[in-house]
């Protein structure tokens, strides 16, 4: 598994800005990085900025974070 997969990246509806809006917690805790028309245009645009980013913290010697976000169904025990 790439070190990028670990991260949960997730795109939700912006009724405010009339777009799809992506996310990535644990490398972006900001909010949204990005924004697209369609959800999987979105999706792909975050997928390419989360490896972006893993790769620029690898280039510059940097600790890469380590991926704490977990979806609400992992984090609920049943």
Known sequence: MKTEDSYLKFVLWSD???C???YCPDLFPWGG???GAT???TYAQLCALVRGE???LR???KEIPIPA???MREAVMV
């Open 16 to 18: 405010e800005d009339k």
């Open 20 to 22: 799809y809006v992506g």
């Open 33 to 35: 990085v990005c924004h």
């Open 39 to 41: 959800e999987e245009e």
């Open 54 to 56: 893993v790769e620029e």
């Open 59 to 61: 280039k510059a010697g």
């Open 69 to 71: 976000t977990r979806a």
